[in-house]
């Protein structure tokens, strides 16, 4: 299916199910909007999958690694051999998105989509590598426009494998040192803010190293001047393989009616990209925490989203995804399992 293809396929959210769903949960035992986030959230879900009474979802996790070839400017705390280090430990089960996945009850699936090293044949990682790691976006265009659209493609490909697999819930995740230095200069771009405004300390920089992380983002936008009239130039210009990918990810889902629960700063990134390609994604979403990272409130904000969470989270991977997807599936438990006044014999107010 070509790209254009997917976009038409995404259709607006069924506001009949939701007006059902929200009826079921006004008769209810309790006072009248009495559990907040978790009424809005389940007649969001009965919105996205049309399903009034639901069973509770299966859930997946896909945490994309890719390598940033802008990380050579130093705005990292970390080298760049951390990704396929981290790789190898989501594959262990060791990393935080892993224990949360557990805690959660829901998988983890890795993608290497770009990371600049060879893994041979290791189990469990799915790998789809487009090229092993975007080039130094402060110098010349991160990705060809045909490198953005593969990897567009390929989160595409792996959300519609997951609906026909049955997951009717999928979270996003990413690893990738120097990955929030694109991920800035995608939402300077989408939202018009000012670099300085959006940019953060990802790891852990210090004031100078933050300085030089404002000037090569606002470099790469000077030298490439990314259209964000056209999101896939945007990506391809100044982003990054593993934010194509999951914005790719997000297209699929919507296209298969399957809710997407963001993560941090990087998911939010992607899915401006994937708002920007087809804003009916938008309804698609569900924003599992807001990040202490500097420009993820102005994603919330462009995207009209309301985090679920706010634990001061910054790492990244599909933690903040993990906790999300568990209030989702608990939202969808007070629809479906909770009683309502008359099947409990309950007096309801006067």
Request: proline residues 4%.
């Amino acid at each position: 299916m070509t790209l254009d293809e997917v976009v038409r396929q995404i259709q607006p959210v069924d506001q009949q199910s939701a007006a059902k769903a929200q009826a079921r949960l006004d008769g209810l035992t309790k006072p009248l909007g009495s559990l907040g986030r978790l009424e809005e959230t389940a007649v969001r879900y009965a919105a996205i999958t049309g399903d009034v009474k639901p069973n509770v979802p299966r859930g997946v996790v896909f945490t994309f690694a890719a390598d940033h070839g802008v990380a050579m400017e130093g705005v990292s705390a970390y080298p760049s051999e951390v990704t396929p280090q981290m790789v190898l430990n989501f594959l262990r089960g060791g990393a935080g998105v892993n224990v949360l996945a557990r805690h959660a009850g829901v998988e983890v699936r890795v993608v290497d989509i770009g990371v600049a090293h060879d893994f041979a044949m290791v189990p469990g990682l799915i790998q789809k590598k487009v090229m092993r790691g975007t080039r130094n976006l402060r110098r010349e265009p991160a990705m060809s426009r045909t490198e953005a659209a593969q990897a567009l493609h390929i989160g595409i490909d792996l959300a519609t494998q997951a609906a026909c697999e049955g997951i009717g819930l999928i979270g996003t995740g990413e690893m990738g040192i120097g990955n929030t230095t694109p991920s800035a200069a995608i939402t300077a771009v989408m939202t018009g803010r000012a670099v300085a405004e959006v940019t953060g300390r990802g790891t852990g920089i210090d004031e100078a190293g933050h300085a030089n992380k404002i000037q090569v983002i606002q470099d790469a936008l000077d030298r490439h001047r990314p259209d964000p009239a056209d999101a896939v130039d945007v990506v391809a210009k100044v982003g990054g393989l593993e934010i194509a990918g999951l914005a790719g990810l997000i297209l699929g889902a919507a296209a298969a009616r399957v809710p997407v629960v963001l993560d941090g700063f990087i998911a939010g990134a992607a899915a401006l990209i994937a708002v920007g390609i087809q804003p009916l994604c938008r309804d698609y979403l569900i924003a599992s925490h807001r990040s202490v990272e500097r420009g993820h409130q102005a994603i919330l904000d462009h995207l009209g989203l309301t985090a679920l969470l706010d634990l001061d989270l910054r790492l990244g991977e599909g933690t903040g995804a993990c906790l999300g997807m568990g209030l989702v599936q608990a939202s969808i438990k007070i629809l479906t399992e909770m009683a309502t006044f008359d099947e409990a014999g309950v007096s309801q107010r006067d």
